[in-house]
């Protein structure tokens, strides 16, 4: 699961001759939705685990067809490129203000919005809270990997201390430029949010972990729960300046001390 | 006002509450916007009825989440309006450009105060350039109507509906703040039920269909031009059918008033019911849409005018239209207000003599 390519790495077919009866028992095959081209994304990128993952969500819960998403401006606008539903542009970090107006027209469909840490947690910080606070009941895939991609590596607001970008060479200063922001605690302050947690993709069990949730998410979507928000902390190698496997490790020793993973909140079965 | 409004009866609201019920009436589903002044009542007539008639409401956080939900419910296949004043239509510029790039209707009330910057609530023509131009980043135009009273802020808010579907473009009607607040009499029961043109292109889902992607990304630069060549190709067909104007005052006119919304409202009493006989006669061209601009008519009507007097309440904005329209046929002049000031028609009428006389 380390390769971050959707299309190369994970649904490769092999190149060893097998027997008829071996063949039969397919073990892991394209989801219908992932579609079969390369995706631009860096060596090691997390967003072709999670484009996978998120295929294969909607397909194992039966709403290819009634899906819409909402694509962010950042290294992930070309989403639409690579999952075959419905989508959208949003301008940046709008995507939550367009998927209410998606939502509100068509509450039968499976809205959602798949954002990166600039567009959710710095531009649009305004529609990501008060999305959430009216509880609307879409699903957000909140993407944070600690730095502005497509632009070629400047701060985010979860940039962590000390962490070299180009806006910030001698370390990310909190005296100047504050400190990481936790969207999922953030949230966790408002009323409406019915599922908030936070989860990556770096390991065998963390990919199952998020699948496990993200699937939860979007059932909390289909059952009229509300509002909830996966956040992935996903590894950018190329503006960390690592190899891919050093981008894993970092996530998991150092990453994670500034973003401790979890469910921040998880109320679907409130009363 | 009472929604139930019996057939054949005329009702007495605002341009606010005209331009909500008008909206309704014109099949208008989603509305989202945010509290500014001098539009708030047109807010508040749309949070009290849409949600009664089988629509959506939303206070929106801000006026960039009122767009973009607005983009979202558009997207949706729906019929979609807000609704500001100035400061807030410049916050929405980032919204109309992007619908614009994704080619999605919509319509857009701009309330206009007076500027810049907070300005002041009072009546103003400040924005003509943002509507007329584009507003925002990149090579557009919006169709901007421009209504002179209560019932044109109905009429023209129906047909923004319909030139917003036919051309699938953002369109702009550019009240004011008098025109906003003014009641007078109005009939809603000509209003022809709503025919949405159909959407293929919406996102709703994909059962039986390919998927659809709404977006203005377009990387390859022969792509982004062809595209642009494309809204150019559409703005000629609006250029060519959509020109809307009003011409009042007699056919031999040696002098023409030039004035839109407001200020042609005053400019019309001068033609009409002048306050004191004119040595020389006098007939208002009245643009109602802005853009496009009544180009031909005007340079017709230049043909024959000793000289135009342009009003408005700003330093001087539809005069550069004008000019560009009569281009030398005769002189212009300007007559100008600004802040917040309405000219009267004394001033008018004053300025007329010196001119002209």
């Known amino acids: 699961m380390r390769s971050g390519n959707a299309g190369n790495g994970m649904g490769k077919k092999t190149t060893t001759k097998r027997t008829e009866s071996e063949v039969k028992r397919v073990l892991y095959e394209r989801p219908r939705a992932l579609l079969d081209v390369h995706t631009h994304y860096c060596a090691g990128c997390g967003h072709g685990t999670m484009h996978r993952l998120l295929a294969e969500v909607l397909e194992e819960l039966g709403v290819l067809e009634q899906a819409i998403g909402v694509a962010p401006v950042g290294c992930a606008v070309l989403a639409y490129d690579y999952v075959d539903i419905d989508w959208t542009e949003a301008a940046h970090g709008r995507a939550p203000a367009v998927a209410t107006g998606l939502k509100r027209v068509h509450p039968d469909k499976v809205v959602f919005t798949y954002q990166g840490d600039g567009d959710l947690a710095s531009i649009g910080m305004a529609e990501t809270i008060h999305a959430a606070n009216r509880g609307e009941n879409i699903t957000v895939i909140f993407i944070n990997n600690a730095i502005y991609g497509m632009t070629q590596g400047q701060m985010a607001p979860t940039t962590l201390i000390g962490q070299k970008t180009k806006t910030t060479p001698r370390g990310r200063d909190p005296e100047t430029t504050g400190y990481p922001l936790k969207v999922c605690e953030l949230l966790d302050q408002l009323v409406a949010p019915v599922l908030l947690a936070r989860t990556t993709v770096v390991t065998p069990k963390h990919v199952r972990q998020t699948k496990a949730l993200l699937k939860k998410a979007f059932q909390c979507q289909m059952e009229n729960v509300g509002y909830s928000l996966i956040e992935v902390l996903s590894p950018c190698p190329t503006y960390w300046h690592m190899t891919p496997m050093e981008a894993y490790h970092f996530i998991e020793q150092t990453v994670t001390d500034s973003f401790p993973l979890g469910v921040i909140r998880d109320v679907k079965d409130r009363a | ?357």
Request: hydrophobic share 40%; charged share 20%; proline share 8%.
């Open chain 2, 1 to 357: 006002m009472d929604s139930e409004q019996p057939e054949g009866k005329v009702a007495l609201v605002s341009g606010n509450e005209a331009a909500g019920e008008a909206a309704i009436r014109a099949g208008c589903r989603f509305y989202a916007g945010y509290p500014i002044t001098p539009q708030n009542e047109l807010t508040a007539y749309i949070a009290d009825q849409l949600p009664l008639r089988g629509g959506v409401f939303i206070q929106a956080e801000s006026e960039l989440a009122a767009i973009n939900m607005v983009f979202g419910a558009s997207a949706a296949g729906t019929r979609a309006m807000t609704s500001s004043s100035s400061p807030g239509i410049s916050l929405k510029q980032e919204g109309i450009s992007y619908m614009v790039g994704c080619e999605l209707p919509a319509v857009i009330i701009n309330v206009q105060r007076a500027g810049p910057g907070l300005g002041n609530i009072s009546p103003a023509q400040g924005d003509y350039y943002q509507a007329t131009r584009g507003g925002g980043h990149g090579d557009y135009r919006c169709i901007s109507l421009a209504p002179f009273s209560v019932q044109e802020v109905c009429d023209l808010t129906y047909l923004a509906f319909d030139l917003a579907d036919a051309y699938r473009t953002p369109v702009i009607l550019l009240a004011d703040g008098m025109i906003g607040q003014m009641m007078e009499p109005v009939r809603f029961d000509h209003l022809p039920a709503p025919s949405p043109t159909p959407r293929p292109w919406a996102l709703t889902g994909t059962p039986g269909r390919k998927r659809n992607v709404i977006k203005s990304l377009r990387l390859p630069p022969e792509e982004l031009e062809a595209f642009n060549l494309k809204l150019q190709d559409v703005y000629a067909t609006i250029e060519q059918r959509e020109v809307r104007l009003e011409v009042t005052g007699p056919d031999d006119a040696e002098v023409l008033l030039a004035a839109y919304g407001t200020s042609a409202r005053i400019c019309r009493q001068i033609v009409e019911r002048p306050l004191r006989q004119l040595p020389f006669k006098v007939a208002l061209f009245r643009p109602i849409t802005l853009w496009p601009f009544p180009t031909a008519k005007l340079a017709e009507l230049a043909e024959k005018a000793r000289g135009i007097l342009v009003v408005e309440m700003s330093a001087g904005q539809m005069v550069d239209d004008v000019r560009m329209a009569v281009a030398g046929r005769c002189p212009i002049e300007l007559l100008a207000r600004m802040g917040g000031n309405i000219p009267s028609a004394a001033e008018i009428t004053e300025k007329l003599i010196t001119l002209f006389a």
